[in-house]
């Protein structure tokens, strides 16, 4: 087990960047997710820990050792693959065993090791099994297991799950929680999937285009998502996104409505005009409200329902309450309220403060950090 | 037809009705049916012509009237048969065994690695399998004449120590060898020779024995090269065995038949154990 420092790491293929300085600190023992959509680099990031990729610039530490040049076996990293990457020739004994009988141990010990795993994962009906023999879900098993007998620093997941259908990857999903509350080594999990990602980190990474665009807990992120990317990209349906405009001290969403917000402590300059966002569940639903909205489409989730409806000549989606169940829709009240909503720049995305106590809120924060 | 089916139902379930006969099916199998009789009717007279006496060698009968083995024992007392036979057998299961082994590292190198003039050299490899072994023999004799190799079985495997076909068919095969498993193997800690021996090697059995199969057929019917070294009856192989029947006073039709059917025994046994992987891979090379 070992903490992991990214620092300024870049990545250059013939001359194209990928990576434009990465910097992440991850905790002995922590779950990280490094989440994003395809292209955006997280599989590379991974890779360059893991020592299958060169490191441009910048440096890498496990344990507070640089790894830059150390081959990938030395590095201290098990890597469970997306395709499992299993030896089709071997059983599943030699599978698990092999990389202890490349590291010369002895018989008596690889056997422990093969034997503690398989019983942790429930693979030891199928050690003399090859891996054409076994299921997606128990090869998946074989390749963690692969990762575990060799008692590494730190685990690496590249998108692990995504070839499992839809049931299998929930419970593998909690099975890989399980052991990594049972190993308690550092792991770093790399997916698109943002319910994985919310599900399974303890940190999140979100990054997009090479750069990470914000770091921190699930919740945290998902409160105060840093940029119109994590807040389109986490939770769904994704964060309703409209232009908005301060007028006459107040937020008037930019449209055919004209609707106008009060939001108390307004932070925002008069004249701004900014993306306002606003989650599906956060919007409350009324019979009648000021801001009226005209169904289009409501989608059954068996536990919930979304609407997407039309109002202040925007697509919004909105969660509706479980009272409102049963009952057909075709126009609905909606009221965002004040504490729910996100600003946001309109030209860089960025997150600004909406109002006074979280610009104060957001300095004392950055002051914290200093 | 019909009342067999009626009475046995269960028949009709597990037997695919037979295709009604159409003329393009009947045009089709008469074509195959000729190509196999072409295909096959040379082989079939030199077994036949093994058989007949000295005085019926020339007869145009389908069967020997009076078959014998006279021939073979004849072929068998004027060449040194089985010593011959074992020399073809050893040269052909080294010339197979180098050229996999080469072959396998050199494709390991052009599949996994990227260095300077990869390329370049890979073409040239290939373009190696282009030229006819009749243009680099007088070289090769000249090279294999001043190692003073003449007359030796040693000749005859030195230079078929590499092949090109074993290098661009192996290396194709390791291109589609999945580079995940190649990598969780480097993160196993595995350097390249264990990686090609024990994880890649493993895995490609089928493209090996189908190479292997391809080279040592190829090796077994060899016979230009053999005849410009071979000079004793000893250090020879079995083609070079056959042609000793052919002589300035004419042909010993009978005995040559007989060593040519003696020499395609034992490739016709690999090929009748192998049947399936034989054809496969005549067809995986694309070549006759």
Redesign the interface.
């Given at each position: 087990m070992a903490d992991l420092n990214i620092s300024g790491v870049k990545k250059l293929y013939d001359g194209k960047q990928v990576l434009h300085g990465i910097d992440i600190a991850i905790q002995d023992g922590a779950f990280v997710v490094i989440v994003g959509p395809s292209g955006c680099g997280k599989s590379t990031l991974l890779r360059m820990i893991?020592?299958?990729e060169d490191i441009s610039e910048g440096d890498i530490a496990i344990g507070g050792q640089v790894v830059n040049d150390i081959?990938?076996?030395g590095r201290g990293?098990?890597?469970v693959?997306?395709?499992y990457?299993?030896?089709?020739?071997m059983t599943v004994r030699e599978n698990m065993a092999?990389?202890l009988k490349?590291?010369r141990l002895p018989r008596t010990e690889r056997d422990r090791r093969v034997a503690e795993a398989a019983a942790i994962l429930d693979l030891t009906p199928y050690l003399d099994r090859r891996p054409a023999q076994l299921s997606g879900g128990q090869r998946q098993r074989v390749a963690m297991g692969?990762a575990i007998v060799?008692e590494p620093q730190v685990f690496l997941f590249d998108e692990p799950l995504s070839n499992l259908d839809a049931k299998l990857r929930v419970t593998m999903r909690i099975e890989i929680r399980r052991l990594h509350r049972r190993l308690n080594a550092t792991s770093i999990f790399v997916t698109h999937d943002q319910v994985e990602a919310m599900t399974l980190a303890d940190m999140l990474v979100v990054m997009n285009g090479g750069h990470v665009e914000q770091m921190g807990t699930p919740v945290e992120i998902y409160r105060r998502p840093a940029s119109t990317f994590v807040a389109g990209f986490l939770g769904a349906p994704a964060m309703n996104l409209m232009p908005a405009r301060v007028q006459g001290g107040r937020v008037v969403l930019e449209g055919a409505g004209g609707h106008a917000l009060t939001v108390p402590g307004l932070a925002i300059p008069e004249g701004t005009a900014f993306t306002l966002g606003v989650r599906p569940e956060e919007i409350e639903v009324a019979r009648s409200a000021p801001l009226m909205a005209q169904v289009d489409l409501v989608e059954e989730l068996g536990g919930s329902r979304i609407a997407w409806v039309a109002a202040a000549g925007q697509e919004l989606a909105v969660m509706l309450p479980r009272d409102l169940a049963d009952t057909p829709v075709s126009r609905l009240g909606l009221v965002l309220p004040a504490g729910a909503l996100h600003a946001f720049d309109l030209a860089s995305g960025k997150r600004i403060a909406l109002t006074l106590a979280e610009a104060a809120a957001s300095q004392r924060a950055a002051v914290a950090v200093a | 037809m019909t009342a067999d089916l009626t009475l046995r139902p269960a028949a009709r379930l597990t037997r695919p009705r037979a295709a009604p006969l159409r003329l393009d099916t009947a045009i089709g199998h008469a074509v195959m049916v000729i190509l196999a009789v072409f295909c096959l009717f040379p082989v079939y007279w030199m077994i036949v012509t093994s058989l007949r006496p000295a005085n019926e060698i020339f007869d145009a009968t389908l069967w020997p009237t009076s078959a014998s083995l006279e021939n073979y024992a004849h072929a068998l007392r004027s060449i040194p048969v089985w010593r011959m036979l074992a020399n073809t057998f050893a040269v052909s299961a080294l010339v197979t065994l180098a050229q996999v082994v080469t072959g396998l590292l050199a494709a390991y190198a052009f599949a996994r690695w990227r260095f300077r003039g990869d390329r370049l050299v890979y073409s040239m490899i290939a373009m190696t399998w282009l030229v006819p072994f009749q243009v680099v023999m007088i070289p090769n004799y000249l090279l294999v004449a001043n190692m003073g190799l003449l007359d030796s079985l040693s000749a005859l495997i030195i230079p078929h120590f590499a092949g090109a076909l074993a290098v661009l068919m192996l290396a194709q095969a390791m291109r589609s060898f999945p580079a995940e498993v190649i990598e969780a193997a480097r993160m196993d800690g595995a350097g390249n020779w264990r990686i090609l021996w024990q994880v890649i090697a493993p895995n490609l059995r089928g493209t090996i024995a189908s190479l292997a199969i391809l080279v040592f057929i190829s090796t077994w019917n060899e016979y230009f090269w053999p005849l410009l070294l071979s000079r004793s009856p000893e250090n020879s192989v079995i083609q070079i065995g056959i042609q000793m029947f052919m002589t300035s006073e004419g042909t010993a039709w009978g005995p040559l038949m007989a060593a040519a059917t003696m020499a395609s025994l034992p490739i016709l046994l690999i090929y009748i154990v192998l049947q399936r992987q034989v054809v496969q891979s005549f067809m995986k090379s694309g070549i006759r």
């Open positions: 893991a020592g299958l081959d990938p076996a990293c098990a890597m693959f997306q395709n990457a299993l030896y089709p020739h092999y990389p490349i590291a692969r060799r | -």
